[in-house]
């Protein structure tokens, strides 16, 4: 690892940019100074020097044996590889890439510590987070529009990860159409709420079952291994277990907050 880095460094070009996405701490090794700009500007909100961070690097191929691989994605013409707790990404060429590689890397990483990524918005309100869920369409963006400014922690890709404290929803840079880039912040996760377009405002409770019905197609997910499907399904029923899990009924006005808090 370290004769790795060594290597990188010698290449020369800007240092690491370093940033922090729900508490999972990233150094990326990025050669090329446009993108490397790009990147410190699309992230500047999550730039945190941590100890202890998973090196990751843009469009530089190894100088020795990387290991085993134990992850990998092809995405259009770019490359994710993850090997001997090193991931490289190959064949970036603008901040979009890199933002696609970021997510499905950070699936893989989260697993294991009990997070994971949700096609979801989220909005605080009163120190709690609210997650809004559902396909392409349903109003995760109309939610986010129509919640106070200030209070959307995102508005796309929401990031839910348990902790000692419970469970937590993290604020992420990945936005949708709202352009929500979000906030290194976190907030206890208050309800789940499955979006329906309706003519009233109304909440219903879920089962266990339906929740688990209503998230699992918004889960960002990119790996075919069974253990880590066991291990994702296992993470979700423990959240809606513990997490109150409705489907909302609302009619695309800000009013719906008012069943939500009833």
């Known amino acids: 690892m370290r004769q790795l880095l060594h290597s990188v460094d010698r290449a020369g070009g800007s240092p690491p940019l370093r940033i922090s996405i729900g508490s999972v701490s990233l150094s990326l090794f990025i050669p090329e100074p446009h993108l490397h700009r790009q990147a410190a500007q699309r992230y500047r909100e999550f730039a945190r020097n941590s100890s202890g ?4 690097l843009l469009n530089h191929r190894r100088a020795g044996p990387a290991g085993p691989c134990e ?5 259009d013409d770019a490359t994710l590889k993850f ?10 060429r603008h901040e979009y890439a890199l933002d696609s590689l970021l997510r499905i890397l950070l699936t893989f990483v989260l697993l294991p510590q009990r997070g994971f990524l949700l096609h979801a918005a989220t909005v ?8 809004f869920v559902g396909r ?6 109309t939610v986010a529009s129509l919640s106070p400014e200030g209070n959307v922690l995102t508005d796309e890709i929401s990031l839910l990860r348990y902790s000692t404290a419970g469970w937590q929803a993290h604020g992420t840079p990945f936005w949708g159409e709202f352009r929500a880039a979000g906030s290194n912040r976190q ?5 789940i709420y ?3 377009q309706a003519g009233s405002d109304r909440v219903e409770p879920l089962s266990a079952k339906e929740a688990l019905r209503a998230l699992l197609p918004c889960v960002l997910f990119f790996t075919s291994k069974n253990d880590a499907h066991e291990a994702l399904l296992k993470m979700l029923l423990g959240l809606v277990g513990e997490i109150p899990c409705h489907r909302l009924y609302f009619r695309r006005k800000p009013e719906f907050w008012k069943v939500i808090a009833a």
Do not use: M, T, W
């Open 71 to 75: 992850f990998s994605y092809k995405l």
């Open 187 to 191: 907030f206890p996760i208050g309800g």
């Open 83 to 92: 090997s001997s707790g090193v991931a490289e990404f190959l064949g970036v």
């Open 194 to 196: 499955s979006l329906v």
């Open 136 to 141: 392409s369409g349903a109003g995760k963006s």
């Open 53 to 56: 961070s998973l090196s990751v």
């Open 124 to 131: 605080v309100r009163d120190g709690r987070a609210y997650i």
